[in-house]
């Protein structure tokens, strides 16, 4: 278990609405990453983070923001969502001092955006 | 964006024997190489790891890392129908802190 939380693990809301998805880690890692997972595509990375405050953009980032304002979490914003956006959302963490190591998952956010 | 290669499959072998799985990678200085498997409906689970050219053994499951072929394997010996899952396989690029991932290869064991 990599303590990772994400919230909330469901939601359902309307295009236009913003929405805001949660990575909560337990163990001080410095990297965290977001994906999204969609039949056909695989995971794709939005965003991630090496430090407080410290993100980078990654494939699938237009229409997402991120914020790192503590270690332990990571936020993940829609500020306007898509149906488009309609996805699994997954949050990593890597285990290292570096970004290549392991990453460790966690549950994943089922997000429909009607 | 480099690209991961893998067969989507599904890969049908019957229980108790070898199950293969191939992944190809485009970017020559990827450095780093996973395995996950992921059940539907579920994240995916770190299952092997493997940097240096060669074979990586853990249990049932053998990694293998060509370089020069750009190619990775994973063979999962003795195969049980838990096995029956989407395997991912992710690279780190030369630069990157990210994981470029394939597709996934889905295995079916059968009884």
């Known amino acids: 278990d990599a303590g990772i939380t994400q919230s909330p693990r469901h939601k359902v809301t309307e295009t236009g609405t913003p929405v805001t998805l949660r990575c909560h880690q337990t163990?001080?890692?410095?990297?965290m990453y977001w994906y999204r997972q969609d039949p056909g595509h695989g995971l794709r990375l939005i965003h991630y983070?090496?430090?407080?405050?410290?993100?980078d953009k990654g494939e699938v980032s237009d229409g997402y923001s991120v914020s790192r304002s503590k270690t332990e979490d990571f936020l993940l914003t829609l500020e306007s969502a898509t149906s488009s956006q309609t996805s699994v959302y997954f949050c990593?963490?890597?285990?290292?001092?570096?970004?290549?190591?392991?990453?460790?998952f966690g549950d994943g956010t089922r997000l429909s955006i009607l | 964006q480099k690209e991961v290669e893998q067969n989507s499959g599904p890969l049908s072998v019957p229980e108790g024997a070898i199950a293969s799985l191939n992944c190809t990678y485009s970017?020559?200085?990827?450095?780093?190489f996973f395995w996950y498997r992921q059940y539907s409906g579920k994240s995916p689970e770190l299952i092997m790891f493997?940097?240096?050219?060669g074979d990586k053994e853990d249990g049932r499951f053998t990694a293998q890392l060509n370089k020069a072929s750009q190619y990775v394997s994973l063979l999962i010996r003795d195969s049980q129908p838990s096995d029956s899952a989407t395997y991912l396989c992710?690279?780190?690029?030369?630069?990157?802190?990210?994981?470029?991932f394939g597709k996934g290869t889905s295995l079916l064991v059968t009884p």
């Open positions: 970017d020559r200085g990827s450095q780093s």
């Open positions: 163990e001080n890692h410095r990297y």
């Open positions: 983070s090496y430090g407080v405050k410290d993100t």
């Open positions: 990593a963490i890597s285990t290292g001092d570096v970004g290549n190591q392991p990453q460790h």
């Open positions: 493997i940097y240096s050219n």
């Open positions: 992710a690279v780190t690029p030369n630069s990157g802190y990210a994981l470029n």
